[in-house]
């Protein structure tokens, strides 16, 4: 009888349950949220990233859910090759497996490398989202990466362009990232309902604001700024301000 047991509870363990997701929420708790935001972290980055774990909590404080993961080739899915489809199809999984459960309004949020993700995941998707927020979307970032030496992007950048798949810490970068992502032309790849709201670091050298500021007057989406933050935010003023703009714009 416990072995019968055993079998019917892991077979009740629903995708939200496996250990590389993180929530702020249950199951049982879902409803009763105002939203529920998928989150998608950056690249390098993992389900515990910054605004899973510096912001969930106090949007669980104000009735708002968030699901955290990690994306195929980070955190402990580093078994995993990385390749832009993968990181969609995930997103995808994750989306409806909440939406099998939970019947309010299904918002994205997605930083860097996660922000250009759901920029492509948004392209001709005809669900309906409540909020989306993208903070300091990485585009076109094949120029940027092939002279930054500071985190090995010039190496990945000649490796995948050598037509090899590029080692990092673990993880497996598929040479298709090159096109898929690194020299992707988002530009022409908008046919995006939503609307997006926008916001970039004053002081961010890891990406270029200047397409952020593009893709906002090409679309018309609101853009907020966080001054003095670099790309990664980590002062103390920056994790209030972006809580504060996440609480307003949810």
């Not at 669980?60 to 832009?84: T, Y």
């Amino acid at each position: 009888m416990s072995v019968k047991k055993n079998i019917s509870q892991n077979c009740e363990k629903g995708l939200l349950d496996k250990d590389w997701v993180v929530k702020n929420f249950s199951k049982e708790e879902a409803n009763n949220l105002k939203t529920i935001v998928i989150a998608v972290h950056g690249f390098s980055s993992s389900r515990n990233s910054f605004v899973y774990a510096k912001i969930a909590p106090t949007l669980r404080e104000n009735n708002i859910g968030m699901v955290c993961f990690d994306l195929p080739g980070h955190g402990l899915r580093k078994n995993l090759k990385l390749n832009v489809k993968a990181c969609l199809d995930t997103i995808k999984d994750i989306e409806d497996e909440l939406r099998s459960f939970y019947s309010g309004p299904i918002s994205l949020t997605g930083a860097s490398f996660g922000g250009f993700l759901l920029l492509r995941y948004l392209e001709n998707n005809k669900r309906i989202y409540g909020k989306v927020i993208l903070r300091a979307p990485a585009l076109e970032e094949y120029d940027v990466c092939k002279y930054d030496t500071l985190e090995n992007w010039k190496e990945m950048i000649e490796c995948l362009d050598s037509g090899k798949n590029y080692f990092r810490d673990n993880m497996e970068v598929e040479t298709s990232m090159l096109e898929d992502y690194f020299k992707f032309d988002i530009f022409n790849h908008l046919n995006i309902k939503e609307d997006v709201k926008l916001i970039y670091c004053s002081e961010d050298i890891s990406i270029n604001n200047n397409n952020i500021f593009k893709l906002a007057k090409l679309k018309n989406w609101q853009l907020f700024e966080i001054k003095g933050a670099d790309h990664f935010c980590r002062r103390e003023q920056d994790i209030k301000r972006i809580t504060s703009l996440f609480l307003d714009i949810l």
